[in-house]
């Protein structure tokens, strides 16, 4: 099995840093994953190091060595540094929101959701209240990346189960589910409508909870 975390020098695109990264390796084998795609296996473990930081110039990214040209003069501005002053947000979601904005301001919003959406798993590993603003953030650039025609799984299909997913683990059934349907209509083999039919089924178990919570409280 590969080793799942390397030590690599990095030189930063903005600032020529260099500093010594711990980094997930591509090579390593990952068993089993959510539905939003989350790894079971790594989750805790390599989620700090899907995102590096810069100590010089503050640049965060998947990887310091690339860079958009635009974001030179982005992380000097203070709605960059503001979100990684944030302290109403754990430090490693600061990181993933700071590179979501990043891409963002420079029009990659396929790679801004999954930013904001791995944000929200840290916020969720901490039980952090701001976890629901995070999976909104990765859900409004996931939309822009849609209309912009950018692919946010590997096809249509795991894009729509995807964003499906995050949208019911934002509370909105109904939208979970017609992105449930997209992808119901795309599934050609039998473990795509395997996988649909887990989300249908988790669309459901929500909206029976809700019901339930709703009918207490009243």
């Known amino acids: ?7 690599d020098a990095r030189q930063c695109a903005v600032c020529t840093n260099t500093t010594t ?3 997930v390796n591509p090579r390593a084998h990952i ?3 959510d539905i939003d795609s989350r790894p079971y296996e790594l989750s805790i473990i390599a989620l700090p190091y899907w995102v590096q930081q810069c100590g010089t110039c503050r640049h965060c990214g998947v990887d310091v060595r690339t860079v958009h040209p635009d974001a ?3 992380v000097k501005t203070t709605a960059y540094l503001a979100i990684l002053n944030d302290t109403g947000y754990p430090f490693l979601a600061r990181e993933y929101l700071a590179a979501a904005h990043l891409c ?3 029009e990659r919003y396929a790679e801004a959701g999954w930013h904001a959406l791995r944000a929200a798993w840290k916020c969720e590993d901490m039980l952090h209240p701001m976890a629901g603003f995070c999976r909104t953030s990765a859900l409004q650039a996931f939309e ?3 209309q912009h025609e950018q692919s946010v799984g590997v096809n249509a299909f795991e894009s729509a189960l995807i964003i499906g997913d995050v949208w019911r683990r934002n509370g909105d059934n109904a939208t979970a589910a017609r992105f449930c349907q997209q992808a119901q209509l795309m599934a050609e083999h039998a473990s ?7 989300l249908s089924d988790a669309i459901a178990t929500s909206q029976r909870g809700r019901i339930q919570r709703s009918v207490i409280t009243n």
């Open 1 to 7: 099995m590969q080793q799942a975390l390397l030590r």
């Open 192 to 198: 795509q409508r395997v996988v649909t039919q887990q």
């Open 104 to 106: 963002r301001m420079t």
């Open 21 to 23: 990264y711990t980094c």
């Open 144 to 146: 822009l990346a849609l």
């Open 31 to 33: 068993e089993g994953i």
């Open 72 to 74: 030179r003069a982005i």
